[in-house]
Structure formats: structure tokens, C-alpha cells
């Protein structure tokens, strides 16, 4: 593999944890991709903590004029890879989280195993902002997009956009599922992305240890924002959204789900988001 078959995007925003993000990237045992940063005109300076790692890491930084993340955060998504070059392969990262140092490695040997697959996942460990792990969660070594909605359905197994790398090609067919506060949109992405060859998990140790991504449960993230009433609102917009997508990929013959499955994610991810459920 070359260093041109790896793009790592960060469309970055905030500056906390983005020194501990890039530190992880430079111990990557292969240094085989190329780091995109792109900057959602953030107040946090984050040019002056990414300039020390110019010389470390193959990297781009771009500053953006205007923010787009608070608007709608999948189209900063969509800007930022578009910084990208012709890398076939995207990998969707954070400003906050933080990657085990065999990651890279591992995706390229599991993909010289499925050259044909679209969707290669990691396993995952929750962090908090002191970087404790709160909860594991291993992955499959491989299962169709109705398993994995099953999973999800009945809060088996944990799923963040970072978990991913995918293939340009299915991202240049399917884009992003967009949905407010781009809530949702990485579970309705993985479940696009697939659907028709499944997804594959990297399982495999390496260098004794399984490679996984760790997903920081901060307070500062979209995800643990419960004080934002715009936020909240945005994000039952979502569930709406997403459960009458899902609507329509069955009737398309896309997707297989139990129907009581999702009334119960539903009824329970409202009270979440509510607050009235704690984690």
C-alpha cells in the first residue's frame, strides 16, 4: 500500500483534546496515509496546536471562512473530504478521539483479505474526558446491514462515525445520510454502505492487541449536549427522520427489521435525548 490509499479526515472545531487526536496518529505503526484538517473556523486556535505536527505527520490544514458545523455538521463533513485528493480510501476522524496505535496496519491487512468490501469497522472503547475507559464494545468479524441495525435496535453494540474507514467510491455513490445534527446519520451511513457486500470488523490482533478507535464521551460533543434546547429539538427531528428512512429502505427490500425493535429504540433514544435517561 502507498501513502496515497488513505486519507484521514478531521473536520475539526474543537481544540481540547486535538493534541491527543494527532499524537495517536503518530504512533500508528504504518504511517501509510495522509491527514486532512479541515478548520470550521474555530476560536480555539487550532492551527497553533496542529503547526508542531507539520513535520510528524503527512498533513493538510485548511481554515474554513465561515462555520459550518452548527448549521448542518455533515455538510463540514462533506467540505473537509473534499480536501482530500483521490485517496481510495476515507477514514472519517474527530477532533477528540483517539485511535490504537495498530489501526492503520490492521486495515490494511484485513483489506488485502477483502479487496471487494466497502465498509471496514473497528472496535470501540468509550472514554470520558479524563480519557477512562467507561465501556468496551467489540465488533463482528463480519454481518449484513439487517444484523447490524438489529444491534443497534436493541443497544447491543456501540457504532461512531469514526469507527469506519469506507471506500471513496461507495461515499462518491451514497454520500452521507443526512440528518439533523447529523444525529443518526452514521448508523443510516454504515447500514447504506452495507447493504449489499456487508461490513467487515477488524478482529484480528495485531501486534497482540485488537485494533479499536476510542470515543470520547466529553459533555462537549453533539452527542452528550443535553442543555442545548436547539440541540435536543434537532436531534428528535432525527429520530423522526431516521425511522421513516428505515421506513423506506424496507419497502424498497433493503433492510430487514422488526417493527417493535424500533418503536422501543425510538421510545427510549427520545427519553435519552430528554435526559431522562442516563447513561
Known amino acids: 500500500m502507498s501513502k496515497n490509499d488513505l486519507a484521514i479526515i478531521i473536520p475539526a472545531y474543537k481544540g481540547r483534546f486535538l493534541k491527543e487526536t494527532l499524537i495517536s496518529l503518530t504512533q500508528q505503526t504504518n504511517q501509510n496515509f495522509h491527514v486532512y484538517i479541515g478548520d470550521d473556523h474555530s476560536p480555539e486556535g487550532l492551527?497553533?496546536?496542529?503547526?508542531?505536527?507539520?513535520?510528524?505527520?503527512?498533513?493538510?490544514?485548511?481554515?474554513?471562512?465561515?462555520?459550518?458545523?452548527?448549521?448542518?455538521?455533515?455538510?463540514?463533513?462533506?467540505?473537509?473530504?473534499?480536501?482530500?485528493?483521490?485517496?481510495?480510501?476515507i477514514w472519517l476522524?474527530?477532533?477528540?478521539?483517539?485511535?490504537?496505535?495498530n489501526c492503520v496496519e490492521a486495515f490494511f491487512q484485513t483489506l488485502t483479505k477483502h479487496p471487494d468490501n466497502s465498509l471496514f469497522?473497528?472496535?470501540?472503547?468509550i472514554i470520558n474526558a479524563e480519557s477512562n475507559v467507561l465501556k468496551h464494545c467489540n465488533i463482528p468479524a463480519w454481518q449484513t446491514s439487517s444484523k447490524l441495525l438489529r444491534d443497534r435496535l436493541l443497544y447491543r453494540r456501540s457504532l461512531f462515525v469514526v469507527d469506519g474507514i469506507f471506500s471513496r467510491a461507495i461515499y462518491q455513490t451514497h454520500g452521507f445520510i443526512d440528518f439533523p445534527a447529523a444525529w443518526c446519520t452514521d448508523d443510516a451511513t454504515w447500514i447504506r454502505y452495507g447493504e449489499q457486500q456487508g461490513i467487515i470488523g477488524m478482529v484480528n490482533k495485531v501486534d497482540g492487541k485488537i485494533p479499536r478507535v476510542y470515543?470520547?464521551?466529553?459533555?462537549?460533543?453533539?452527542?452528550?449536549?443535553?442543555?442545548?434546547?436547539?440541540?435536543?429539538?434537532?436531534?428528535?427531528?432525527a429520530v423522526v427522520a431516521y425511522k421513516n428512512w428505515l421506513k423506506e429502505m424496507e419497502k424498497e427490500g433493503l433492510i430487514e427489521f422488526n417493527p417493535l425493535f424500533l418503536s422501543f429504540w425510538a421510545f427510549w433514544m427520545k427519553h435519552r435525548i430528554l435526559g431522562q435517561v442516563k447513561l
Open 215 to 237: 470515543w470520547r464521551y466529553s459533555g462537549d460533543n453533539i452527542s452528550s449536549n443535553r442543555k442545548s434546547t436547539e440541540v435536543v429539538n434537532q436531534k428528535k427531528e
Open 121 to 125: 469497522r473497528f472496535s470501540q472503547s
Open 93 to 101: 476522524f474527530s477532533d477528540d478521539d483517539l485511535m490504537e496505535s
Open 47 to 89: 492551527y497553533d496546536i496542529i503547526k508542531p505536527f507539520r513535520d510528524k505527520l503527512q498533513l493538510t490544514y485548511h481554515r474554513f471562512s465561515e462555520n459550518q458545523g452548527q448549521i448542518n455538521l455533515s455538510l463540514h463533513w462533506h467540505r473537509s473530504i473534499e480536501m482530500s485528493k483521490n485517496e481510495p480510501w
